[in-house]
T-cell receptor, first 116, second 116 residues
């Protein structure tokens, strides 16, 4: 079974500053996906960024980037130039590849507040 | 991107009644959909995996007779909360795997159920 751990229940950052959210996971799988999802006050889950475990290069999406350390089973999210609209719950998630239904295992989430 | 629509977005019902929540994939066929439950300020808890044309697979501790799942077509899965009680009040979210096997799940807007 997979587990995903987010050790920061809440974080805050000044607008325009950079913040890093931590995530670690545990799995015996070798091929898998990792995700960061954002859940704003509207409660709609939005994909922020995706990383395939077989890729060594860290994924980036505009202001969002990850630091993927496969050996350490670490997958942190860096948000640069934080904006007020980044205020949300952020969930780290794991999905095993191969046969199966691609169900996601979520961490408990980190509540990020961007301060004006 | 793939769109998943969930209806209703909120519902209030009396204790003892049944409530049906629909989850539709609007622009793709979803052979597998997932139903989650989310308590306030908590993460998403997987309730069941819904497979088109076959019985749903329920997670441990989820009552299959209480939470009936039907996935009669490739674009529609329904969750029926039977004989609802106040403790069933929660936010229910569905998701579906897209046609491309990227591991990403697409989420509905969620349904807030309040049982009086």
């Amino acid at each position: 079974a997979q587990t995903v751990t987010q050790s920061q229940p809440e974080m805050s950052v000044q607008e325009a500053e950079t913040v890093t959210l931590s995530c670690t996971y545990d799995t015996s799988e070798n091929n898998y996906y990792l995700f960061w999802y954002k859940q704003p006050p509207s409660r709609q889950m939005i994909l922020v960024i995706r990383q395939e475990a077989y890729k060594q290069q860290n994924a980036t999406e505009n202001r969002f980037s990850v630091n993927f350390q496969k050996a350490a089973k670490s997958f942190s999210l860096k948000i640069s130039d934080s904006q007020l609209g980044d205020t949300a719950m952020y969930f780290c998630a794991f999905s095993a590849l191969g046969a199966g239904s691609y169900q996601l295992t979520f961490g408990k989430g980190t509540k990020l507040s961007v301060i004006p | 991107g793939a769109v998943v629509s969930q209806h209703p977005s909120w519902v209030i019902c009396k204790s003892g009644t049944s409530v049906k929540i629909e989850c539709r994939s609007l622009d793709f066929q979803a052979t597998t959909m997932f139903w989650y439950r989310q308590f306030p300020k908590q993460s998403l808890m997987l309730m069941a995996t819904s497979n088109e044309g076959s019985k749903a697979t329920y997670e441990q501790g989820v009552e299959k007779d209480k939470f009936l799942i039907n996935h009669a077509s490739l674009t529609l899965s329904t969750l029926t909360v039977t004989s609802a009680h106040p403790e069933d009040s929660s936010f229910y979210i569905c998701s579906a795997r897209g046609a491309e096997n990227t591991g990403e799940l697409f989420f509905g807007e969620g349904s807030r159920l309040t049982v009086l």
